[in-house]
């Protein structure tokens, strides 16, 4: 049997995958701590939660009684201390290793034996994380995907010494939550990045031998693939910014060159080309229309 | 406008019963001449002159040098090993091509009702070369044991609303066909994330034996 999960904190709650992870716990009836170090972020993750549960009773998915009863539920605060009453902490903050093994080594401080802390890396080791705290065998990768709220897939890692029941209890927390769990090892980018990462430099890669423009790829993964939406299209979307931190932070641990930052998506960072949030990328963004660069 | 077929075996993009076979004329004066199998005879009078690729280029065909090539065209229709073809076309080109051969082309296949996108003659176009380092890296994770099969191909289904995951995508079309591919790939590039993955490897010695 595994151990009841009653209160659960997020760490980088301000952010939107910690917010959408807020959202996931407060939806499956869980009271909920949402921690960042800044109040500002939080009263918007709040408002958001707010309004996103607002809309679940305006399509008729909870009533309103429904709706008070999980806001009841739904905490926030800038003191780390709040989250000693939890029984599961999520952390969702700055992709880094150091700033992660520090979170995790001051909740090892704060929150009693029996919490198990969760990491939302996509690209860390849990392990390494883990490395931070008297009680890796408690720590155990568990990466949502953005926008957390929405999407239903959540890889499940555990680092080396990360215990049976441990895994158990975060993995039987995700079900019951209603999300879709599966377990990868512990390794770079797990399935989802270890994957997309290279893919989508590949695609850069061929833009850069003269195979074809980035609409012509796109449209080749789209139509003869049944993708929604083309490397390119999508490298756009999460930005071209982040790409090369994901290049930066697989190349150095795997030396796969596929993973090696390719030089014209340097090339347009440098030039403030970073897809949809600055207005072009590889396509050019006017409104909700799109053109190809 | 007008076309006429050389067909010398049977074709990946068109097999038998494909409406766009119907749809060719029995005249040597048609503007545009599909060639499905070799040989290849190029011909400047023709308005364009396509040619059905495999895993080869195009420039294994004709001489992209010479001026009689430039109203020739490479094309493939992009199909998973055995399953049925898509409807989208890979259509080749040289940088010398002729633009009115490529327009014209283009216009054929459209017509036809397939998508139609234009890319250099490199080996593996565009789908084969970015598809099949990414299935060589999902047969390899899998050996490791990274995930199992299953939840990597939940994985991508999930995580980026693929269709289908790259496991089931690569067994469905065939791993003998994987490696008939990334063989060709691997001899051209010369680089590891296109050689044959182990499971590739042993189903072409199984159907050699």
């Known amino acids: ?293 | 406008m007008r076309y006429s077929i050389r067909q010398n075996g049977e074709s990946r993009s068109f097999p038998l019963g494909e409406s766009f076979l119907d749809g060719a004329v029995v005249d040597a004066t048609a503007e545009i001449a599909v060639y499905l199998g070799s040989p290849v005879v190029a011909d400047a009078g023709k308005t364009a002159v396509l040619v059905e690729l495999h895993t080869e280029c195009l420039a294994q065909h004709v001489d992209e040098a010479a001026p009689d090539s430039r109203n020739v065209l490479g094309f493939a229709r992009y199909r998973n090993g055995a399953l049925p073809p898509s409807n989208l076309v890979e259509l080749v080109r040289f940088p010398s091509s002729n633009d009115g051969a490529v327009e014209a082309a283009k216009a054929l296949l459209e017509t036809a009702g397939m998508t139609v996108v234009v890319c250099a003659d490199q080996p593996g176009r565009i789908l084969d070369r970015l598809l099949r380092p990414k299935y060589n890296a999902a047969l390899r994770f899998l050996e490791e044991g990274l995930a199992t099969a299953k939840d990597m191909d939940t994985t991508c289904k999930l995580g980026l609303g693929y269709p289908d995951g790259p496991i089931e995508r690569v067994v469905n079309g065939g791993l003998r066909h994987h490696y008939d591919v990334t063989k060709a790939l691997f001899e051209t590039y010369g680089t590891a994330a296109y050689a044959p993955p182990r499971q590739a490897v042993a189903a072409a010695r199984r159907k050699e034996q």
């Open chain 1, 1 to 293: 049997m595994t151990q009841k999960i009653q209160t659960v904190g997020v760490c980088g709650a301000g952010g939107t995958m910690g917010a959408g992870i807020a959202i996931v716990a407060a939806r499956a009836g869980y009271s909920v701590i949402c921690y960042d170090t800044v109040e500002a972020p939080l009263m918007k993750t709040v408002k958001q939660t707010e309004a996103f549960f607002q809309k679940s009773v305006e399509r008729g998915k909870m009533s309103t009684a429904e709706r008070d009863a999980v806001l009841a539920r739904f905490d926030r605060t800038t003191d780390i201390g709040a989250l000693a009453k939890c029984d599961l902490v999520i952390e969702a903050v700055f992709e880094n290793l150091e700033v992660k093994r520090k979170l995790i080594g001051r909740l090892d401080e704060i929150c009693p034996p029996h919490t198990i802390f969760g990491s939302n890396t996509s690209t860390l080791s849990i392990t390494e994380i883990a490395s931070g705290c008297s009680r890796p065998e408690r720590v155990v990768g568990m990466h949502f995907c953005l926008p957390a709220q929405l999407m239903k897939l959540v890889e499940m890692s555990p680092g080396i010494l990360t215990s049976e029941a441990t895994f158990q209890a975060a993995w039987d927390w995700t079900v019951g939550c209603g999300q879709i769990p599966v377990k990868t090892q512990d390794k770079p980018g797990f399935i989802l990045n270890a994957l997309l990462v290279p893919f989508n430099n590949d695609a850069i890669r061929a833009i850069e031998a003269g195979v074809a423009d980035a609409a012509g790829i796109d449209t080749a993964i789209k139509a003869g693939l049944g993708y929604k939406m083309g490397p390119l299209e999508l490298i756009d979307l999460i930005g071209l910014d982040t790409q090369v931190r994901l290049c930066e932070a697989f190349y150095p641990i795997t030396f796969d060159p596929r993973a090696a930052c390719p030089p014209l998506l340097r090339r347009m960072v440098a030039a403030g080309l970073l897809g949809r949030k600055s207005g072009r990328g590889f396509y050019s963004y006017a409104g909700n229309a799109m053109f190809g660069a």
